[in-house]
């Protein structure tokens, strides 16, 4: 039985066949871009999410021209991969799925260019803590297996009995995820940035919790090297989720780098689990701190508004105009409050982005350089070393101490 038959049945059991074997989400689509069957039986981003662009319809814009049997990929406004193959009686949409992480800052874009509600931005969340993973290697066989979907073949005697509710069904295996141990549930972390952010000592008693959790492997099999990079994650990622309460982000910075050279210095779990602790305590008093320490409302303001629009070509005159001052009256109170200038405290914000992206990510320079604001990666090199004494080459490569030429 070929996958040309125009049975129902059999268009069901390929794509059960396909879903339980891959656990990567796939709908069956008219050649008008109606969906038949979709697997599981949801729908991609849609409800929370208003502003989502139309996946159908982008579906049958790129099978427009192809011939029948030949698939193609496109990637949406969320970095979400598709893939999509043209049969004779319709169109096979698999996806989404991710073939490279959405890092913490790459979400951050889409969340504040997007502008999605505070709910909207817990959904994503969420879909990208959950949504199927592929590298490269496997994003291409899938795509030469959904090609290949005409000519396969089956006994229809081996497979479970199909029902009318055979398209609904519990979450699939992710492909790609290798047997080892869960992480926390992703609704667990938010719940503890939320208590964090809001400077609550419960957020230490949430934090234990993560210790229920077996250390993923994250050191290339060292348990210690794992746990380092587990701690050094978690103060980057909480860093940056507290700016909006600690407007001193040098402060934050000094914090982090602090933390992150007390963490290389300590040799065993026991101690690191210790410190992990502390570090959040510690974190904590500056929370609390900065409550009496506030930025009045324009500059605070103004600060929200460069975060946001950190991969913009920030001016003055825009960020003055967001706050209701003359841009020469404000850019003299943004001074006298913070003590930098704005151009030094948007060049100050994307350095420190740009560090954390060379150390965490293996994101191309040019790609780095375009999402925090250069359009020039010659330019933004000039900047990092002028800001840090090295290229962004040598402080990815751990040359971060080399003297300025």
Known sequence: MTYQSESKSDRLYKLNIFYHTTGIPLSFLTRDGDTIHRLPDQTYLRGA????SSIE????????????????????????????????DGIVLVGPVQITDVTFEKMNHILTT???????????RQHFAESPRLNMTQFKYMKLLLQNLNTFTYDVSELPVLTESASV?????????????????????????QALKKGERSALEQLIQFDKFPIPNLGNGDPVRSYKNVIISAVAVSIREVTDVVPDFMLLQRFSDQCINKVEQTSNLTELTSLFQSIFIDLLDIIESQKK?????SVKRAI??????????????QIALHTGFNPRYFAGRFK??????ILSFITSERMQIAKQLLKNTREKLTDIAHNIG???????????????GVTPKQYREGKEHISKE
């Open 304 to 317: 929200t508004y460069i975060r946001a629009h950190i991969s913009d070509q920030l001016t003055l005159e």
């Open 293 to 297: 320490e506030f930025y009045s409302t």
């Open 114 to 124: 997007q502008e999605h509600t505070l709910e909207e931005h817990t959904a994503l």
């Open 169 to 193: 069904f519990s979450s699939p295996r992710i492909l790609g995820d290798e047997e080892t141990s869960p992480h926390h549930p992703f609704t667990m972390e938010l719940e503890f940035l």
């Open 374 to 388: 250069y359009n020039d990666q010659s330019h933004f090199t000039q900047v990092f070393k002028k800001s840090a």
């Open 49 to 52: 999410f208003k502003k989502g």
């Open 336 to 341: 006298s409050e913070t003590g930098m200038t």
């Open 57 to 88: 319809a982008q579906s049958l814009n790129a099978v427009r021209d192809i011939a029948d049997w030949t698939c193609v990929s496109f990637e949406d406004i969320y970095l979400q991969h598709f893939m999509v193959v043209k049969s004779i």
